[in-house]
Structures are given as structure tokens and as C-alpha cells.
């Protein structure tokens, strides 16, 4: 046993440039910590966090929107303008090049687009180009004939085939990363390792599941220079060696995704800042309303009436979450709090027992409600456990619980397992379109069984919408009719929530609501 | 029967006997919280107030001995109502892959020929499985149609632990078969079944409840390591000490000890338990580890000795 | 008794033979058990954001809904050919996975099996020849207790413990070394030796020493339960009761009758505790984020992919089943009763 330890004592003598505090002895690289997956570099091949974050870092896009800000700038492209709700001409800088120094040009451009939409792998993302894909056939989707024009060198023009306002964001998103033609195939992925882009940064290493490396591309042309050589990105598979890497130093920053316990506590280490940005992350229950109770108007109203959103954020997340009171998040260009002009920021029983009286329901209301108990993180549980109480408290409702795993619980709640059931939500691109479309059309993707003539005609009209305070009036009328039927209940809003050194400079500008990491912005002091 | 079973408890002495009285008194303990949960207990599993909420996480305290933890439940209450989740899962899985592996092996033993080699190949190929894998995938598989809860919890473990019962059950078949008083009984006519009823029987049920035991101590463990995974059961279901165990985990590195400390003192110690009666059990069943004082020189069969140490 | 003199030869045809169905009969339970569980890779991956049309065209796109014996076969035969396919979650080659992650659980199993023997046998040979003290007690209680408690409960208090001392205590490297050392054997130790990069080979073993020592830990319960068992078995031998009669001092008896004999089988069932290991190293890997197999399998039956699941649940039994095999011939060579 003696000799274990003296073992022990002089490889942590030697040992130094290895673990411990402080990793890096040249000060031009740190390490990221996060425990999001990478499905695919590729950008045909992903629709998740953990891939887009390293395609914003390796890719150009023709638009980016930078921290902070909600509005489209130029990136690839010089300017990239409306000409009227069906067509964006965009003109890229002149003389870019990929990091290899292929040269970037149109065709790159279109090449990238259509290989998206050729390839529609199920993990992918292309379902966000609906609005230049020919989906005839629905085996072989590809990009619609003439949907992108290449005049010359420097011009892409889009055809859009329905008037599509939300185009202009589609094309700031990862999905619409630029790719060499040179080196991508046009029918295939290509193999993670092997990405070449010609963003601010290139991929010198990637091991799949442990570390990604990237090193800054000289070869950048841009307003995103970045500020740091070399950056790590490691990949955790659960939070608590996460926190503990953060907690000792062994990592410069932690972004995604710690316990509230673990952020309350890490605010008490002196070495570390537990940054906070407004986030766009959101959880909302559903009504369905294909069921005896989802149906009934008043009692979706009076449950709204009920729910405790402060409690819930207090109890269920020690406070790191925002009540949120309308389906559009806070911060987006038409955003209305409806639900807290009909219904109050806190909670009236009273109003909810009178509307039950007037509509005749005899109380208490046997009330089903649906949680998933991992895929959304472990604290679902206990908003589901805080809603029932108060539904219970009130008396007027008599609320049970039930759960499914992920895989059933899509399922499951089609099938009216459930009355009333929780889902998240984080946007495909910032715009209120995003939070709108997706739900409340046609029963939205979770078949809920919603549908209203009036709310489909004001969502065909904020589409093709191009004047934003116009468009902006239609939102908010869309979420005062919302607000009214409650097809759904929001419940909060997550912050965009980062932990990193003290010595760590620009992560709090990047914590905005687009969840990009912004790597080109990060240096280390020292 | 009742005559041996208790032979083991007898034929104990010095630290054997110890052991084996630390174990039974370890795993009662439990067994009682288990049994009278709802009158031990000071409060329910899923309880979050009495006259108002109860504190979130706040340390042990006089009205929470043990204190309580993010979910608002009191620890003490969830150990105890814990303890009759396990032993209930623990109970379902071992007595299920009792009853179907046992026969399984007495069968396959007496009857031999290619069904033996067949049960005997299909059973090797599931034991050779790692037992956490195995219990992962039949957890996913489970868990759909029955739920979260404590039933889906225990046939995960049973599927697992039926080659162990069946490969000691045929051994000791085996080698009894060939025994003399087997081929008398037969010289006189007994049928098959009969054979072996009455007489092997009794001989096979000897190595069981050691095996039975040291089971129950690994299903324990793999129903904390399931939890701690996330494939285990739900909290408002029933409570489970690896689940609170997975959710506490992230509190003990901010100082919050109490929220890991007792759960997992509660695993530990009732895994310990029941190891340690299966140990003791072991000691006085296995002819060679056996102190008696008069000694008939005997060297049992190597097999059954052998696959009775291997399973520990 | 007299064992025929070809029977070695047999028994080892016949053992080695047994290999392939055996691994057959995994493969078609795994096979079986993922499909009937409800779910598939695409609705994990991104249920939450397609409607159901959308879904079905994704499934059919990956070849989800094919009939099941088409699945099967095709499955069954890309085993045979060795082409375990690629992931669907992340469209990586399995072989790839089981290159890059399998050395990492190799070095960690191998580590923690060294630390288990040497903190195993001699404790288990102590108290064995002093049965029935309080060593005996405090040393088997020790083995007890080191198995039962949950490794992912004693793996986080170790880095607790550690990590405020400057120790690594997580991933198996540092990220400069994993950029730095070059992979020859895609087993970061023994390249980290050969690199002759400064301070790599260091840095991979010290972070080698917590995940190691973690899971040595829970082994050497069951290791010295089972010395000490066979040690007591051997101690009832004939051959030490001879020596005994011929007047050797107990100490000598012991040291060079018994406990040879006693370590022999002993190493033999040993090695059938691969499969504990591997349920062992899964639950070490998620703590101390060590990038092998056993974090990898986890991650993809989150996912719910089927192919990298039964891809690497095959390598684990193809593992297994060979380990078994060698074992048993092993324990043959050395111990003629067993061949049958």
C-alpha cells in the first residue's frame, strides 16, 4: 500500500502539464466542456445543438445574425435583399476561398442546397428548405427547377414557391452552411473528420464522442475574425464530471447543460462566472384536444387561470427558468405577453371557478397529465408533480400523473393518453414565425387536434408579410387568439445559461436567444 | 424440510455463525421496513408537505431525521418505502427465475441427450451476457408497456438470473443422477417424475438459496445502476434508492451530503446483507468449506462446489 | 478417470467450434428484443420537431420498416461478412467505434484487473489462512462491502475527493495529448509510449489511476471472496494433510502447497468475470467520462440505434464468448477432470 502512494505522489509531481488546474501553458487555446452529441459535421446530416454549433464555427452562411441581435447581417454574402416576398438576390464578397483554397463561388452555393435536399437524411435538417424543395415525390425530394439562379460568380438569386418571409432567417441557419463542391459529395455525407468549410475556423482533430479541435482559418474573409488559435471542445456524457471539470479548473468553460444545484453552487467558486443571456428554449403544456376534457373551452381557460408559473420556476427549477406568458418568447419582434393580459401573472381561482359555474362543469375535473421523464431533463418531473398540486389545490381539478419514455410518449399523446402533457421547444431560427406555424396550424407536428380557419389565414398572411410592423401586428393578434382558445399553456423560458473562467473573455455577448456558440469571439487572458 | 433448512444455522460455528447472524439481522431490518412501511414510515414516499411544504434540501433536522431533498420528499421516508421496493422487485425476480430455471435444469439434467445440449448451449450463451446489458435492454423493452414501474423493474432482472439457477440445478442433477439410491429407485420402478420429485429434489435445493441470496444482492445493485441510467422507476411511482441516488449525485459535489449519503448507505447495506447470509449460508452448504468436528473425508463432485464459487 | 490421450485436442475442437453459434444465439436475442421494444432512431433523434409524415418518410428513408426477417437476414449476414455497418444516429462505421473507444476500455479493464489481483489475492490468501479471526472478518467484510457498494456512487466521491488535489478526473487524457500523439494502435497508452511526446505517457496514466483504482475496487471484493474460498477448498486437500503428516511447519505447508494449488482454478474463474467487468467499466465510463466502448453503448441505446447497439453488443459478446472459450481450455490443460 506504501508503495501505491509513492507511486501516486511522484507522477503528480511530474505530471503537471497534463491535468490540473490551468491546462493550457500557451494562453492561445481553451477548452470547452459541453454535454450536447455531435451527430454530423456535415451539414445535410444534422438538426441538433451539438452539430450546429460546430458547422456555425467551420461554415460561412450568406447571412449570420450576430450576438445579440435579431436581425440578418452579411456574412458570405455582401447583401442578401427581399425583391419581393417570393425571391432573395443575394451577392456574395468577391475572392472567398474554403479553407483548402478552393475558391467559393455561386455554384458552391447551390451545390450545398441541393445536396441538402437530395440527401433528406432523417437526422437532417433540410425540411427547413420546404420552401424551394419540389416534393412531388416524396422519395426523391430535390430543389425545385430554378428555385436558386446563379447568374454569375457572385449572385445567387432564390425562387421561393409560396411567399416566405421567414426565407431570409432559413438562410442564416446552419442548414444553409456553405460546402465545397470540390470535396462534398452530392449524394452522400461526408465523413465527419474530413469537413472543409470556410468559416472562421477549420476542424484539426475530431474524435467522435471525446474531442473536437479546431484551429482559426486564415483564409477567412469576414467580420467574424476569431480571436483564439486553438480551440477544444470535449464532450461529456453526463453533467456531474462536467461540473466537476468546471469546478477545478480543468476546462475554461461549461456551456450546456448543468442542474440549477450545480449553477447555485458553482456562483459560490471564485475562480469561475455563472453567466446568464436571455435564451429561447421553451416549455409549454399541450391540451389535447381530441379528449373529453381537452375539448371543453373553460376548462383549458381555467386551468390557465390556475397554473402558478413563479411556483413552478421556484420549485421545480430553483429559479433558473423565466415564466414566460406567451407562446412567442420574450425578445422576438411581435411578442405579446397575452396569456398575462387575460389571465394575470398570478394565479385566480376565483375567476377559473366562475367561468367553470357558467359553463355548467361540475367539479372536481378528473385531469390527465403527460410528462416524459429523461429526454427533457430530469426536473420535468417535478413541474409535472407542481402543476397537479396546484390543479389539486385549487379544488377544482382532480390531476393525476402519468409517463412514458421519449419513444411512446410522441405516441402516446397523439393517441389522447394524455389531457394535457408538457413538450419543449427550442427555435430552428429566431424569428416568431417559428413558434407560431409549428404549433397552432392544423394541430401543429403534435397532432393535438387544433385547428382554426382564422389563425391558418393570419399565418399565410404574416408569411408573406414584408412589411415588419405589419407583420408584427398579425403576430401579436395570432397570440391574442391563442391566448383565448389555449390550444397550449406556455410555461417558461430557459436562459442561455454558460459558466467559464474568470479569465475568460466574450462568452457573455454570445448568450443570446440563437443558442450559437460563438467561438470566434472567445479569448483567454494570459 | 424444516429440519434442513435449519442445518445450515446449526451446523454454524465461531465467525461463520456470526457472519450469517449480521446478515439476517442486516437484511430483517430492511425486510421489516419493508413489510410496515406505511406504520414506520413518517411520511408517505411522494409526500411534499403536511402543513405546508416541506424544505428543499434542507439538512437532517428533528421533524427530518434524515433531511430532505430536491424534490421536497423527506429521506427517511423514502429509504424506508424504498426498502419495499426493493425487496418486492428483488423478491418477484429471484422467486420468477427460481421457478422457471430450477425445473429447467432438473429437467435438462435427467433427461440429457441433444434437449440437454441445446438448453445447456442456449443458457451458456445468456450467462456469458453481461447481466447490466442485458438488464438495460429488457428495461427499454419493458418499460412501454408496463410502465416505470416496479413489475418491469424485476422481469429485467429475471431474464438474467434464469442460467444461474438452471446451470447449478442440472449440475448437481448430474452428478446426483448417477448416484446409486437414483438407480434403486428406478430398479424398483419409480417413474421419471418421481425420481425427480422426491429424490433429487432435496438435494438440489440445498445450493439454491445461497445462489438465491447472493442474487438478490446483485439485483439490488442493478436495479440502483438502471436508476442511476434512468431506466428505473418513476419517482411518484414508488421510491427507488438508485433514482434518488441519480438525482443526488449532482448535489454532492455542492455540499449537499445528505442527499447521497443515505441512499447509497441504504444500497450498501442491504446489498451487504444478503451477500453476507449467502456467504454464511455458503460456508456451512459447501461440504469443503465446512468446519464440523468429526470429518468424513470426502471430497465432493468438483463441479457443484465449483459453480457454487463461481456464481460468487 | 483415465482420460483418453486424444481428449485434450477434442475438447479444445469442440469448445472453439461452439463459438459461432453461441454468438448466434446473442445476436438473434438482441436483435429481437430491440426491435419489439417500442421506438427507433429517427423518432429519437427528432421526434420532437417533425409531424408524423415527416417521421415515416425518415424511417422509410433508413430502412426502418422493412419486414422484420428482411432486417434480420440482412443483419445476420452483414455480421458474417464482417460489415457491422454504420450508425444511424451518427453514420459512423461501427468498426470505427470499436477502434477508436475499444482500446480505452481495455487499458481500464486491464488496469483495474491488475489493481483488483494485487489487492485481491493477498487479502484473500490472509484471510483464508487465518480463518475465522477478526482479519478474516474485517477482510471479507472489506470484499463485501467494496462489491456492494454502487460504483457510480463511490466513483463520484472519489473525484470529490481528488479533484480539489489537481488530479485529473475525467476523460483519459488531456485534450493536447489526445491532439498531439498520434494513433498507431488507437490505444492512447501504448501510443502515448511510443510518441515521444513529452509528458503524454504520463499524463494518460495518471489519468488512468481513478477510473482504475475505482473499478479495481469493486473486482477485488469478488476476487477476495473467491481466493479465499479456494484456498480454504485446497487447504482440505489430501496432499496437505500429508504434509502435514510427513512434519512440514505449517507456514511452508501453506505457502508452497496451498496456495498454489488454491491459486490455480482461481485464475480460471477469473477470467469469467469478463462479463461483470464489462457491466462494471459501462458504469465507470459514464462517471469518469472515459471514452470507451461502455459510454458509447449507452449512448446509443439512448438513441435508440439499432444497428450501433447490436453492432457493439455483438463485439462485447464475440468478447465474452472467446474469453469463456480460452478460459475453459485453459482450465483443461491444467485440470484433466474437467474434460468431459
Known sequence: MASTGALVLSLAACGSSGGGTGNNASGSSWILGT?????????????????????????????????????????????????????????????????????????????????????????????????????????????????????????????????????????????????????????????????????????????????????????????????????????????????????????????????????????????????????????????????????????????????????????????????????????????????????????????????????????????????????????????????????????????????????????LYKQNAYDLFILGWYPDFLDADNYLTPFIRDGGFYGNNYSNPKVNALLDKELGETDSAKRDKIIEQLQDIVADDVPLIPSWNGQNVAVAGKDIQGVEQTLDPTYIFRFWMISKKG | MLRVLLSPFRNTSGLARWILVAGLVITGIFVVCAIFAPWIAPYGFAQTGEHGRFPKMAPPSATHWLGTNDQFFDILSRIIWGARTEITVVLLSVIIAVVVGMPLGLFSGFIGGWVDRLLVFVMDALYAFPSLLLAIVFAFLLRGPLGGGTVAAALSLTAIYIPQYFRVVRSTTVSAREATYVEAARAIGAKNRTVMGRYLFGNVIQSVPVIGTLNAADAISTLAALGFIGLGIQPTDASEWGYDLSRALDDAQSGIWWTTLFPGLAIVLLVTGLTLVGEGLNETVNPALRKRRIRKVRLPSRASSALVEERS | MAAAKGSLPRYIVQRVLLIIPMIWVLLTLVFLL???????????????????????????????????????????????????????????????????????????????????????????????????????????????????APIFWTGLLAVILIAPLGWPTYDIASPETKFLVPAHTHILLVDALISGQPGAFTDVLQHHLLPCVTLGLLLSGVFIRLVRVNLLQSLKGDYVEAARARGIPERLVIRRHAFRNALVPVITVIGLQVALTMSGAVLTERTFNWPGLGNQLVKYIDARDYTAVQGLVTFFAIVVVIVSVLVDIINAIIDPRVRY
Not at chain 1, 452530392?186 to 471525446?210: C, F, H, N, R, T
Not at chain 1, 453526463?238 to 447555485?264: C, F, V
Not at chain 1, 425578445?331 to 397575452?338: E, H, I, N, P, W
Open chain 3, 34 to 148: 430491440l426491435r419489439v421494444a417500442p421506438g427507433d432512431p429517427v423518432s429519437a433523434a427528432v421526434g420532437g420537431k417533425l409531424d408524423a409524415q415527416a417521421m415515416a418518410a425518415a424511417r422509410h428513408q433508413a430502412g426502418l420498416d422493412r419486414p422484420m426477417i428482411v432486417q434480420y437476414l440482412d443483419y445476420i449476414k452483414g455480421v458474417g461478412t464482417l460489415h457491422f455497418g454504420k450508425t444511424i444516429s451518427d453514420n459512423r462505421p461501427i468498426l470505427d467505434v470499436i477502434r477508436d473507444n475499444g482500446g480505452a476500455t481495455l487499458t481500464l479493464t486491464l488496469g483495474a484487473f491488475i489493481f483488483a489481483l494485487a489487492i485481491g489475492i493477498p487479502l484473500g490468501l490472509l484471510a483464508g489462512r487465518r480463518r475465522d479471526t477478526v482479519t478474516d472478518a474485517v477482510i471479507r467484510i472489506f470484499g463485501v462491502v467494496s462489491y456492494a
Open chain 1, 35 to 411: 454535454t450536447e452529441t455531435v451527430t454530423a459535421m456535415d451539414p445535410a446530416g444534422s438538426y441538433d445543438f451539438g452539430s450546429w454549433n460546430l458547422q456555425y464555427n467551420i461554415f460561412q452562411q450568406l447571412m449570420v445574425v450576430p450576438a445579440g441581435e435579431t436581425q440578418p447581417a452579411p456574412d458570405a454574402a455582401q447583401s442578401c435583399d427581399y425583391d419581393n416576398p417570393k425571391q432573395i438576390t443575394c451577392k456574395l464578397r468577391p475572392g472567398l476561398e474554403f479553407s483548402n483554397g478552393d475558391k467559393l463561388t455561386s455554384s458552391d452555393v447551390k451545390f450545398s442546397f441541393e445536396r441538402n435536399i437530395a440527401i433528406a437524411d432523417p437526422n437532417g435538417s433540410s425540411v427547413l428548405l420546404g420552401s424551394i424543395t419540389d416534393s412531388s415525390n416524396p422519395d426523391k425530394p430535390k430543389l425545385a427547377d430554378g428555385a436558386i439562379e446563379t447568374p454569375d460568380d457572385t449572385t445567387v438569386i432564390f425562387h421561393l414557391n409560396k411567399p416566405d418571409t421567414t426565407f431570409m432567417k432559413v438562410l442564416t441557419s446552419a442548414t444553409s452552411s456553405i460546402v465545397d463542391e470540390d470535396v462534398f459529395p452530392a449524394d452522400k455525407e461526408l465523413p465527419d473528420a474530413k469537413v472543409i468549410g470556410s468559416g472562421p475556423y477549420k476542424l484539426a482533430q475530431y474524435k467522435a464522442g471525446e474531442q473536437a479541435v479546431l484551429e482559426a482559418n486564415p483564409k477567412y474573409q469576414g467580420d467574424r475574425k476569431a480571436k483564439t488559435d486553438r480551440v477544444f471542445v470535449q464532450y461529456f456524457s453526463d453533467p456531474a464530471p462536467l461540473k466537476a471539470a468546471i469546478d477545478s479548473g480543468q476546462i475554461d468553460i461549461a456551456w450546456r447543460t448543468l442542474s440549477p444545484t450545480d449553477l447555485n453552487d458553482l456562483e459560490g467558486n471564485s475562480d469561475v462566472n455563472v453567466l446568464k443571456g436571455q435564451g429561447s428554449e421553451f416549455r409549454y403544456w399541450v391540451w389535447q384536444l381530441g379528449t373529453k376534457v381537452g375539448k371543453q373551452k373553460a376548462i383549458r381557460q381555467a386551468a390557465a387561470y390556475i397554473i402558478d408559473r413563479d411556483a413552478i420556476a421556484k420549485n421545480a427549477y430553483d429559479g433558473t427558468v423565466k415564466p414566460t406568458y406567451s407562446i412567442v418568447p420574450p425578445g422576438f419582434a411581435g411578442q405579446k405577453d397575452s396569456f398575462k393580459e387575460k389571465y394575470g401573472a398570478t394565479p385566480d381561482v376565483a375567476k377559473a371557478k366562475q367561468l367553470l359555474k357558467q359553463a355548467g362543469i361540475k367539479t372536481p375535473i378528473k385531469i390527465r397529465l403527460g410528462y416524459t421523464p429523461t429526454h427533457y431533463g430530469p426536473n420535468t418531473v417535478d413541474e409535472a408533480n407542481e402543476l397537479k398540486s396546484e390543479l389539486n389545490g385549487s379544488g377544482l381539478f382532480q390531476a393525476t400523473t402519468d409517463d412514458a419514455e421519449w419513444e411512446r410518449y410522441q405516441t
